[in-house]
């Protein structure tokens, strides 16, 4: 099945999902990922980034810098779709909002930090409830 690619469309349909508990980002070496488990990954130059649970890293004794909760964008947007990562961005950007952005082939997802994860999900609850109308 093929995503959406129309942003008016996407936005309209966007729903925010705040999932449970919250999220942090570490940077560990290539042996350590298939132990931690990670929600995502990212390969870098300078190593694996990966997200995990907060008590999976705690429980682990990791440290880390950034403690965030994760929003799921419950709109199927096509990977080639224009727009929609500008859309949402701006949007949490204009309420203070810092959003790191992960890419599935179904939706977006984002990290906010954990204070203004509420916040956000109105933010963009708001942005797609001013999206324009379809004609």
Sequence with gaps: MSGLTDL???LK???ARLLD???VVLVVGEGDVAALSPIAVIRELEGWTVVVRREDADARGLSYAFVGRWITLQVHSALEAVGLTA???TAL???GISCNVFAGYYHDHILVPSPDAHRAVAVLRNLSQGAAPRE
């Design 87 to 89: 859309a949402f961005s």
């Design 13 to 15: 349909t966007l729903e």
């Design 8 to 10: 008016d469309l996407m």
């Design 21 to 23: 508990g919250e999220f």
């Design 93 to 95: 950007g204009n309420a």
